[in-house]
């Protein structure tokens, strides 16, 4: 593969520069970017920020995905309760 990639759950997602990373997720038909705080699949939606819908982890960092761009090398996965703060155990 040549040209500017990213990791997703450690699957590489090629981008074209200026694409954020929910247009390249999308572009490889990765649609489902973990599960919301309803346990309902969370995914791209709103593409301006104001929904948070498509918050992922990059480099271990919260990120809307909308409005990140993507960079190359980047380890890019789902937000986990314990990632975002919260409390696995329930």
Request: aromatic fraction near 6%; charge should be negative.
């Given at each position: ?9 450690g ?16 572009a490889?038909?990765?649609?489902h970017?973990g599960?919301?705080a ?7 939606f ?9 918050a ?35």
């Amino acid at each position: 593969m040549t040209g500017p990639s990213f990791f997703w759950c450690g699957e590489t997602v090629p981008f074209r520069p200026g694409e954020t990373i929910a247009a390249a997720l999308t572009a490889a038909r990765i649609l489902h970017l973990g599960t919301d705080a309803n346990g309902q699949p969370a995914r791209y939606f709103c593409g301006i920020g104001a929904c948070q819908a498509c918050a992922v982890l990059v480099d271990g960092t919260i990120r809307e995905a909308c409005l990140t761009p993507a960079r190359s090398g980047s380890e890019v996965r789902p937000v986990t309760p314990a990632s975002a703060g919260g409390n696995d155990a329930g």
